[in-house]
């Protein structure tokens, strides 16, 4: 009995151990949702806390118009190729979205404030998502 209890306390303190790397391939797994949530809030002029982008500078509008784009809130789709570079960034206690384009999603981010993330709408898809993922790797172990 105490070797069984032995055993799953080893099992246990690996699974600790490696949650960070179970919750990353779980999240993974599922990280072209992750950019299509993103995508699909900045589409609507939203940024991670569900707050409106922000505005169009009147000459911003103009060029919009000429190409029969929406201009009553930001949507940064002026190009169609922003949002074709997003990418996921897995760091070891949290992952970041983004462009490539770092330079120019910076610059976004800083004018714009919170466009990379996820609302809480979002956030609670996604753990419904990567739960059972992650449910099972560590059953894995344990």
Known sequence: ?????????????????????????SLKEVDSEIIKMNVGQQLKGKTAKNAKIGRYANSTKKSRRRKGL?????D???????????AI???????????????????????????FGLTKANTKILQKLVSPLASKKLNAIL
């Open 1 to 25: 009995m105490i070797e069984e209890l032995e055993a799953m306390q080893k099992r246990i303190e690996v699974a600790i151990k490696e949650l960070p790397n179970i919750l990353n391939a």
């Open 89 to 115: 960034v897995y760091l070891e206690d949290r992952i970041e979205l983004g462009s490539p384009n770092t330079t120019y999603s910076q610059w976004l981010d800083k004018r714009y404030n919170d466009l």
């Open 70 to 74: 929406q201009i009553s809130f930001v």
């Open 76 to 86: 940064l789709e002026d190009t169609k190729n922003y949002h074709q570079n997003f």
